[in-house]
């Protein structure tokens, strides 16, 4: 006879899920290349604790001061920023369901009930639930403090706006892992996040211009936002403090009805997943096309110039930043900066005004900051391979050819950047003087290529797999970051001392040989180095292949 | 005396304290359906790794077609074609991109990869996806598009480790008399597999390795006579390799002692 398992109670099967977690932090740890991101996440570490516990500090203190003042309706704008806080930080930083598919729970024997529970319990481990609970607590004692007599509604409310906030939280979650599970809604998410973080700078431009219609219009809003639950906390404990307590139940019953109605939602989506939703797209057969004669594409080969291998690698490389939408909408960045920034400082500080600032200086500047971004990746250039860089060991091809083909394709994505923000910049402020114009170009073809080399060797010997598309676990190897620092204050140290040793010595050309120099050995440099690294990859395969497989 | 078309003296690769594969004296004829088998975690991924260029020996030589490895890396690598462990296949590529950069890296032409690229996709059952990334394929599919990829440039020597693996038994016909047809035309095809029936219909010679060693070697005929003792024997190919792998009780589960599930 078959043994079977009795049945598992929800808190033994809350504590296994936590032990999960811990084992899988602490397992993920056990690797030497990761124990370098150790001393980085206890340096997290320390800056969150201080992060958490300051705030402690301020919403006891705040709490306290708004109650023992008697400026109740200021204890909303605390509660707000606890419910901002808990329901963004997951969405920024933690995101869903990438080291850990919560769902992988269901082939244990779990009711919908329990499945429902420990999802709760897991979101209450997360990082921002950790640190509201801590600031509620504090503003709990910084109210009794002020006024026990608050302390039973405080008590209330908190427990309310936990049971709330937990319950959103998961809501948001479930409902982006559903939006996030197709690769092309996931990859497409990512690329508007980014628009959206960049158009942050368009705000006060915005506001500068249309501030005067914008302000009325948030007046006639601001009112509606008394009926979200943070309002309705601090409308409870402003109640509380004046002895109203018609006001605390009302308030409370209103906290009440979210709370329900957040778990009605989130029932009905664990019960979908529950009863096997599946949405990613493997597990749709894709739409069949009727099957097309095999035919060769006569177009002239653009890249003819270059061996096969290396214009295989080219193309290649140019399908992977276009399928990247991340990488690639990134790279309408730094453009759209340059032109916010040059139109900012056009208006702020106008032609012929004193402090008016020229593209003679601006020019030099835009230009480091485009190589300090775009050659950031090139430090771990083989990130988005995968199991895919076993082709370039299995092929009849030196490295020489792979990292030719790979910085050709970054060289000429620096180029057209350069070329779109030398164009805006052109637009607002002007060109440059020829003696900066070529000083500049000769020190970024010094600067880029120099940098390569260091950039190619450290891309074999620390490398990290980066997925398409996925933010959480985006972490780059703290080596590669560290080289890359490195190299880039190197070299945009020694550039800025030349280029203000041309100043110093009012040669105005002076600047500009001195980098056409260093630019001649940067490039005999690279080429020499490409055997040299060739080698490298060759003993350094076993790492680079086992480091990309995971 | 038949061409050699895989030679290794003494090959070993060790991991820290473990040793994968001992000392590994093999040789394969050109043109032979070569099955290379052993347990789990007996080394045979650790060899033909080693033999395709993915991973360094730690001591030892490699001679394919009668070049040694070490030396002659590329010449060597153009002339064989791989279906390593993983795939690895570029995943952000369709199916017939992924080919034609594969074609390219072999150094053919733009015309004949693209040419090739298509014959392959079309045979393989692929051709009615051209759209699709290879992250999307389902595993059989990315098994079928690897197996592709290994043969565009017409490889002289084929690794193919577990290769119907997720394969649908239509496309799996359809593999196994390509695989057929090349050994025929004088190509070596050096096969790794679980499923000991396919080997026994497929291979004319077999290898087995067991704890990082080569415990036998030869032709089926000559394993099976040397476990019976007879020629011509009926043994099976499963028979053979539990007699030589599973000699010592000790490698046997015991099923005692799991009385509970019984």
Same mark, same amino acid.
């Given at each position: ?214 302000? @009325? ?12 639950? @943070? ?68 177009? @002239? ?130 060109? @440059? ?118 | ?262």
């Amino acid at each position: 006879m078959v043994d079977v398992g009795a049945p598992v109670g929800i808190l033994t099967q809350i504590g296994l899920v936590a032990g999960l977690r811990w084992r899988m932090l602490r397992n993920g740890l056990r690797k030497k290349s990761n124990r370098f991101d150790l001393i980085g996440l206890i340096f997290v570490g320390i800056l969150s604790a201080i992060f958490v516990f300051g705030l402690c500090f301020t919403f006891f203190a705040g709490a306290y001061n708004f109650l023992s003042t008697g400026r109740f309706g200021w204890l909303s704008l605390l509660f707000w920023g606890i419910f901002v806080f808990w329901q963004l930080f997951p969405i920024f930083a933690a995101g869903f369901g990438a080291s850990f598919e919560f769902r992988t729970l269901l082939r244990f024997p779990l009711n919908l009930t329990s499945f429902y529970i420990i999802s709760l319990a897991y979101g209450l481990a997360d990082f921002s639930a950790l640190a509201s609970v801590c600031w509620l607590v504090s503003m709990m004692l910084g109210a009794a403090a002020a006024k026990p007599a608050v302390l039973p509604a405080m008590l209330l409310v908190v427990t309310l706006l936990l049971i709330l906030n937990v319950t959103l939280e998961r809501l948001i979650g479930s409902w982006f892992e559903r939006l996030l599970s197709r690769r092309r809604t996931r990859e497409l998410f990512f690329a508007l996040f980014i628009l959206s973080m960049v158009s942050l700078n368009l705000i006060e431009p915005i506001m500068h211009r249309y501030g005067a219609i914008l302000r @009325p219009l948030a007046h006639r809003i601001v009112p509606y936002f008394s009926w979200f639950p @943070p309002a309705l906390a601090g409308k409870a404990i402003a109640s509380a403090a004046q002895a109203h307590f018609g006001g605390v139940v009302l308030s409370s019953v209103g906290l009440l009805l979210y709370a329900a109605v957040f778990s009605v939602f989130l029932w009905a989506r664990f019960a979908k997943q529950y009863r096997g939703e599946e949405l990613s797209e493997t597990a749709a057969p894709a739409p069949v096309a009727p099957r097309a004669a095999a035919k060769v594409d006569n177009a @002239p080969d653009h890249l003819s110039a270059l061996s096969p291998q290396v214009a295989a690698i080219v193309r290649k490389e140019f399908r992977y930043l276009t399928r990247n939408s991340f990488s690639f909408f990134s790279l309408i960045v730094p453009p759209m900066l340059i032109l916010i920034l040059s139109a900012q400082l056009s208006e702020a500080r106008p032609r012929g005004s004193q402090f008016h600032v020229s593209s003679e200086m601006l020019f030099p500047g835009i230009m480091a900051y485009l190589v300090l971004i775009l050659m950031a990746p090139a430090y771990n250039c083989f990130a988005f391979e995968g199991r895919g860089i076993q082709t370039y060991f299995m092929a009849p091809v030196r490295f020489r050819e792979v990292f030719l083909g790979k910085n050709l394709m970054l060289l000429s994505v620096l180029a057209v950047e350069m070329i779109l923000s030398l164009a805006m910049l052109a637009w607002r402020l002007g060109l @440059p003087s020829p003696p900066v114009f070529v000083a500049t170009i000769t020190a970024i073809v010094f600067a880029v290529v120099g940098q390569l080399s260091l950039a190619n060797w450290s891309s074999l010997n620390f490398p990290r797999k980066l997925e398409f598309g996925q933010m959480r676990g985006q972490r780059q190897s703290g080596m590669a970051v560290l080289i890359a620092f490195g190299a880039q204050f190197l070299f945009g140290g020694l550039s800025a001392v030349i280029l203000f040793a041309g100043r110093w010595t009012e040669n105005r050309w002076f600047s500009a040989e001195a980098f056409t120099l260093l630019a001649s050995a940067a490039l005999g440099g690279y080429f020499a180095s490409l055997d040299a690294l060739s080698r490298v990859a060759e003993k350094k395969k076993e790492v680079l292949i086992e480091a990309l497989w995971r | 005396m038949p061409e050699i078309a895989i030679c290794t003296q003494k090959l070993s690769r060790t991991f820290g304290n473990l040793t994968a594969v001992d000392g590994m004296n093999l040789e394969v004829a050109a043109g032979q359906f070569f099955g290379f088998l052993g347990p789990n975690g007996a080394g045979k991924s650790t060899t033909i790794k080693m033999l395709t260029g993915l991973l360094a020996p730690t001591s030892g030589s490699m001679e394919l077609l009668g070049l040694d490895f070490a030396a002659h890396p590329v010449d060597v690598k153009r002339q064989i074609g791989v279906v390593p462990e993983g795939m690895g296949l570029l995943e952000r590529l369709t199916g017939s991109e992924y080919l034609q950069f594969v074609g390219r890296m072999y150094g053919l032409d733009r015309a004949t990869t693209q040419r090739r690229a298509a014959e392959l996709l079309d045979f393989m059952q692929l051709a009615d996806r051209p759209k699709t990334l290879i992250a999307d394929y389902s595993h059989g599919m990315q098994k079928k598009l690897a197996l592709a990829a290994a043969v565009i440039h017409g490889p002289r020597i084929l690794f193919l480790d577990e290769p119907f693996e997720g394969v649908d038994a239509l496309a799996a016909g359809a593999l196994k008399a390509l695989l057929g047809r090349m050994t025929e035309r004088g190509t070596t095809i050096f096969l790794t597999s679980h499923v000991l029936e396919i080997v026994e219909r497929l291979c004319s010679h077999v290898a087995i390795i067991h704890k990082g060693r080569l415990v036998a070697q030869g032709s089926l005929e000559e394993l099976r006579a040397g476990i019976s003792g007879e020629a011509g024997s009926k043994t099976t190919l499963e028979e053979v390799f539990l007699s030589i792998v599973g000699q010592d009780g000790a490698e046997r589960p015991h099923l005692e002692e799991l009385s509970w599930l019984m």
